[in-house]
Every structure is written in structure tokens, then in C-alpha cells.
């Protein structure tokens, strides 16, 4: 069998808020509960698996790749939010989106400090 990423763990101070948050501005399924994780699944048969946790959070970074149509959803729904958005990874570009490799991206944050990105193309690497 090859090797496929089949969920990871999003740490969060609020896993019901984080979850809602996910679900809302990512357009994401209702989550299930398994244990005591929140899991939103993907559409590529991977999950996000939201768990409550007590002190600090570490910032992560989560991307996501998208169609056009998804991405402009996504992005109304950033700024229905009244979040900040960024054309780039280290939040030195606000109010921006990138064009890179053709495609677009941007990035915000979630309820915990972790950096979303939204993106309609893989970026390639040299």
C-alpha cells in the first residue's frame, strides 16, 4: 500500500469553537466525535481531527487546496468574518492574495493562532 496521510491532530483551546470555525469558514461537514477529537473530514479522504487541549498552543500550518469557485467562497467568508487575510506566509502582505504558479492563495489565522491557506495550486518546487 503507498503511503497517503489519512488525518492529522489540530490542537485547540476551544475544540467545539475551533470545529465550528473550520466548518463555517472552510465550508466543512459537521464534524463527528471519535473520542475526544471533533473530526472534520476532507474531500480527499483525509481529516482534521480537533482536540481540546489546556496551556499553550504551538502554531501549525494547514493548506488547502482548492478550486476557483471554493476559494472565492472561502475568501467571502474570511472577510464576512472581519478576519485579516495575507498574500503571503509570513503575514507581511495584509488585505492581499497571491498569484503564484497561476493559481491563488492566501492566509489566515484560525481561533488559535494557526496559519490556514487556502490555495487553487500546488505550489511547485524547483
Do not use: C, K
Given at each position: 500500500?503507498?503511503?497517503?496521510?489519512?488525518?492529522?491532530?489540530?490542537?485547540?483551546?476551544?475544540?467545539?469553537a475551533t470545529a465550528a470555525f473550520l466548518v463555517d469558514v472552510l465550508g466543512l461537514r459537521p464534524p463527528r466525535h471519535y473520542g475526544p477529537?471533533?473530526?472534520?473530514?476532507?474531500?480527499?479522504e483525509v481529516?482534521?481531527?480537533?482536540?481540546?487541549v489546556d496551556g499553550e498552543i504551538t502554531s501549525?500550518?494547514?493548506a488547502f487546496l482548492v478550486d476557483d469557485t471554493e476559494f472565492d467562497a472561502v475568501l467571502a467568508r474570511?472577510?464576512?468574518?472581519?478576519?485579516?487575510?495575507?498574500?503571503?506566509?509570513?503575514?507581511?502582505?495584509?488585505g492581499r492574495i497571491n498569484n503564484w504558479y497561476g493559481g491563488r492563495g492566501v492566509y489566515f489565522a484560525d481561533?488559535?493562532?494557526?496559519?490556514?491557506?487556502?490555495?487553487t495550486r500546488p505550489y511547485e518546487m524547483d
Open positions: 500500500m503507498a503511503i497517503r496521510l489519512n488525518h492529522t491532530i489540530l490542537n485547540a483551546r476551544d475544540r467545539d477529537f471533533l473530526v472534520l473530514e476532507l474531500s480527499n481529516s482534521l481531527d480537533v482536540y481540546a501549525q500550518h494547514y474570511v472577510r464576512a468574518r472581519g478576519l485579516t487575510w495575507f498574500a503571503d506566509p509570513f503575514h507581511q502582505q495584509p481561533p488559535n493562532g494557526h496559519s490556514l491557506e487556502v490555495m
